[in-house]
């Protein structure tokens, strides 16, 4: 058996391989594909009338293209020189994806809550793609470069601290590891000041109506037809073309089936949870930037009576972006249990109905829909907040990787100096000018396919 001390050697070793000052390399010109044509490539299979949405969202500004553009980032990752060092990668490792969500114990917990791409892959990959994420978000507030460059020293040394801490002290020690002080850094205290407010009875008003007689809109008064259970229902989901619209017929009917398989996959005292609920109304809702064109359902069901709604989300997940980069084509695995087993692996607790199912030939995740979540806007990454949130994202990602990787490994590659932090800095700092770069490329080409056909 290897011990601490001679995994931390290993990992120092692993220097000669990678030289710590080789991540600070960017350049446009190592790219072979038109960035343009990586993203057409990465729409196949999606709801064509959604892709354009996509797009428009992308296009918002170069923070909304660069969360989007997952493929992109992952192809140009690829070009670069690599550790061998793994862990399990988020694979969408920004700002925007770590969040507020509750836990199976009621908590609200304060954690990395995006896992679509997740797999295994170089730690330094998801390093770079958070310390991009605060230049750009940083930017979009309005902060200057240098601060912007500040918030990336911030969250390097944070990550760097943290997995030297987890790589001293016991294994169950890192497994059980806590971030002390959330509620002491201003915007993830506004975080969860908001995340307390989002039960799912504010879903219940947010995203469904009451409906009065012969099905119409109403006061609620009397019963507009039958659940799926053959129980009156008196609210349904609201339409909002096209992010929310209802699911009726087969489709419909499809996604209730989908839950047996889905029950499945939850650990037995959650299935007698689940099957205390009764299904009331499906719709397919429109999430997100990155995945915007993919298949997402949400199904309202009802526990104790109307006060106690369950929103479930049955989310169409693909292979991660990181496939190709990765030595190509792997063993057929279940798309939504990888996104599972990868969110399992790196959070200290998960979303205790968090699952996958299958559905018409596609493969899904299921989870709790808006149960106390709430995210950061990046116009509250300013000053101050900007810095200090850069150092919960160090401390995360850190506690994320050492959880379902090798942190002794990391921690002696990356050091106890600033060099590796100096370096991935510089990477930041390049990527996000060559995102707002890639940006202009789409926003013109666009607007001549716009003019072309008007």
């Known amino acids: 058996m290897v011990g601490r001390v001679e995994r931390v050697a290993a990992g120092v070793m692993a220097r000669k391989q990678m030289r710590r000052v080789e991540h600070a390399k960017w350049e446009e010109k190592w790219r072979k594909g038109s960035p343009l044509e990586l993203m057409k490539s990465s729409m196949e299979g999606r709801v064509s009338s959604l892709v354009g949405l996509k797009y428009e969202r992308m296009m918002a500004s170069p923070f909304g293209y660069f969360r989007g553009a997952v493929p992109v980032m992952a192809y140009d990752l690829s070009l670069l020189p690599r550790t061998a060092l793994t862990t399990q990668l988020c694979g969408d490792a920004h700002v925007l994806n770590l969040g507020a969500y509750a836990g199976p114990d009621g908590r609200l917990l304060f954690d990395i809550n995006d896992f679509d791409e997740t797999m295994e892959g170089p730690f330094e990959w998801d390093v770079k793609r958070m310390a991009t994420s605060l230049v750009l978000a940083g930017r979009e507030a309005g902060e200057k470069r240098l601060h912007c460059w500040e918030a990336t020293r911030v969250f390097l040394e944070q990550y760097r601290t943290t997995m030297w801490e987890l790589a001293r002290i016991p294994v169950l020690g890192v497994a059980r590891y806590q971030v002390r002080r959330l509620r002491d850094v201003a915007p993830v205290d506004g975080i969860l000041r908001m995340a307390e407010r989002a039960t799912p009875l504010h879903t219940l008003e947010a995203l469904t109506e009451l409906v009065g007689p012969a099905g119409k809109k109403g006061s609620g008064k009397g019963m507009a037809g039958k659940g799926v259970a053959g129980k009156s229902v008196a609210r349904r989901f609201k339409t909002v073309k096209p992010v929310l619209t209802s699911v009726t017929g087969v489709v419909r009917q499809q996604v209730l089936d989908s839950l047996a398989l889905y029950g499945e996959s939850l650990e037995p005292q959650r299935r007698r949870m689940l099957a205390q609920y009764v299904p ?30 369950l929103f479930l989300q049955v989310k169409e997940e693909v292979q991660s972006a990181y496939v190709p980069c990765l030595g190509g084509a792997r063993k057929k695995e279940h798309q939504g249990r990888r996104v599972v087993e990868g969110e399992r692996a790196m959070q200290v607790q998960s979303d205790p109905f968090l699952g996958w199912t299958t559905l018409d030939g596609r493969e899904y995740l299921v989870r709790q829909l808006n149960d106390h979540k709430a995210t950061i806007m990046p116009q509250d990454l300013k000053a101050t907040g900007l810095l200090e949130y850069a150092g919960v994202c160090g401390e995360l990602l850190a506690r994320g990787h050492a959880r379902a990787g090798e942190c002794a490994m990391v921690a002696g590659y990356i050091g106890t100096s600033e060099r590796f932090d100096e370096a991935v800095g510089r990477f930041a700092a390049a990527y996000a000018d060559q995102t707002e770069k890639d940006w202009e490329g789409l926003v013109k080409a666009k607007r001549r396919k716009a003019a072309k056909n008007s």
């Open 280 to 309: 009331v109304d499906v719709a397919f809702k429109v999430v997100g930037t990155g995945s915007v064109g993919l298949r997402d359902y949400v199904i309202y069901l009802q526990g104790n009576g109307a006060g106690d709604p």
